[in-house]
């Protein structure tokens, strides 16, 4: 009788390891879909075009229980009516099915369509931590062809922070007197706690000089902007993961934990509502972030040339 030979084991330790790190990319893609940071269409790409990544190779029951509104009993309802077994991975699906699956998600859930850029003024926003400050200071360094407005606030400055640069710090006495004067185009209540709005007369003037604008602020103010003025783009700051948005919030270090947890739950609230944004930048490099924003940006300048 030949006795088998046992894998040396480093290997035996390398394979365990990938294996383990194979089931925690699904899982953060799950996550990733089920809090919105990507659609499920754009998983069916990755899947598709890669059968051997994360997406290509999660099963098909597990993708669809990862859509948010999709449980036990309608995955099951949906594999039935596609005829697709639940033992398959999303990569390992044939035209036929693959057809059927995308067909299913563009009737339950249209994936949103960016729009041409069609107006100077600029909105920037996304969900908390998401670094669309960061994003803006590098733009404010990089590009100074594109005039970002300051905000006024009603928070405190954090370390580093000047005021008239990065934010005009007011009181609430003031903010309530710029609110009563007509005198801001946009203003929210962020986090139940400090108040933020944009300064009409800048931006109207830099308008008015043939300018670009770019917005910096939050999702209640880009609506707001939106209804004050239809014709303005609007681009939402997405994060690379679910994860690495978690991270970021822990590592700003500047809130407790109560106050973490809070924002976590705005985030989700607010990737829910990107949809009605024209445009969608990845946050994943800083400066390759700052640059499609302002290529964004640019686009009407380059149409009128």
Known sequence: MVERQRPPEVDRVAASQKAVAARRARASLKRDINTRVITPQEALRRAFSAPDSA??????TEFLTSIPGVGASKRDRVLEELAISPVKRLGGLGARQRAALRGYLDGRRVEPVQRPARSRLMVLAGPTAVGKGTVAARIREEYPEVSLSVSATTRPPRAGEVDG?????????EFDRLIADGELLEWATVHNAH????PRKPVEDALAAGRTVLLEIDIQGALQVRAAEPSAALVFLLPPSWDELVDRLV????????ERRRRLRTAVTELKGQDVFDFR???????????????????PARREA
């Not at 997406?55 to 098909?60: D, E, F, I, S």
């Not at 640069?165 to 006495?173: A, C, G, L, N």
């Not at 990845?282 to 924003?293: K, M, P, Y």
């Open 165 to 173: 640069i990065h934010y005009f710090f007011v009181d609430d006495q």
């Open 195 to 198: 108040r933020y709005g944009t």
């Open 251 to 258: 590592g700003r270090g500047t809130e407790d934990e109560e």
């Open 281 to 299: 930048v990845i946050n994943d490099d800083v400066a390759r972030a700052a640059q499609e924003v302002v290529e964004l940006a640019q686009a």
């Open 55 to 60: 997406a290509g190779t999660l099963r098909v």
